[in-house]
């Protein structure tokens, strides 16, 4: 039983590249989240997928697209990175949207 | 939407001392208030919550306490070991969303810092 598993776990962008984030779950959970963590900044939340088919716009989804490709995988898209988005990635998921969310090991991601 | 509030941000203490934590949340809907650990390069964790419907909960030597009149809610870590060192954030959700999703908004985290 991985839990929640995320990749990459490094990388360095250029800024204007794209690339995506991904994240699959193995405990057949209904909701699926992606945060960023920055210093002094807690965890902020991009974007939710409350169930599979949904998705939805959280605190501070600009410059991001998600897509729930099917009930176990969530990905995350930059399609054209900034420095703003260097950051720590985290997906979680949780069974339901109201109980313990269970988190990736996270992703680095630098933008120079 | 919801605003948790987290302080101190830094925290230390001697080993065997307690610690505290304090949050408070802007929607009186929340009802669900989840503690994280997050130790240095690792994910967050949950270590214990407490939802609306009761003030305190005990798990060995960390409690939370909610006072809902007032808003607010406590983390109490006692008889601190150095392996307690690590950042905590406090949460808040509820107040309800479509689909009956609760979105979880964060406090800032508190790094702990116990000293042997």
């Known amino acids: 039983n991985a839990g929640v598993t995320q990749t990459p776990k490094f990388q360095v962008l250029k800024t204007g590249q794209s690339m995506t984030l991904q994240c699959a779950q193995d405990?057949?959970?209904?909701?699926m989240y992606w945060y960023r963590q920055d210093p002094g900044m807690g965890l902020r939340l991009i974007y939710y997928?409350?169930?599979?088919?949904?998705?939805d716009k959280g605190e501070v989804p600009n410059g991001y697209n998600v897509s729930r490709l099917n009930k176990r995988e969530f990905s995350l898209r930059l399609e054209s990175a900034a420095p703003s988005q260097t950051s720590v990635y985290f997906c979680?998921?949780?069974?339901?949207?109201?109980?313990?969310?269970?988190f990736g090991e996270g992703s680095r991601l630098t933008v120079l | 939407g919801e605003n948790v509030e987290q302080h101190p941000s830094t925290l230390s203490v001697q080993e065997g001392d307690s610690a505290v934590i304090k949050c408070t949340y802007s929607?009186?809907?929340?009802?669900?208030f989840p503690w994280y650990k997050q130790e240095l390069g690792k994910r967050p964790q949950l270590i214990i919550d407490?939802?609306?419907?009761?003030g305190e909960k005990k798990d060995q030597r960390i409690a939370v306490t909610l006072n809902k009149t007032a808003k607010h809610f406590s983390l109490h870590i006692t008889e601190t070991q150095p392996e307690d060192s690590a950042v905590y954030f406090c949460a808040a959700s509820g107040g309800g969303d479509s689909g009956g999703y609760q979105k979880v908004t964060f406090g800032i985290g508190t790094k702990l810092q116990v000293i042997p």
């Open positions: 997928s409350a169930s599979e088919g949904t998705t």
């Open positions: 979680a998921s949780s069974e339901s949207g109201t109980g313990e969310l269970f």
């Open positions: 929607d009186s809907a929340s009802n669900y």
């Open positions: 405990m057949n959970h209904n909701s």
């Open positions: 407490i939802r609306s419907n009761v």
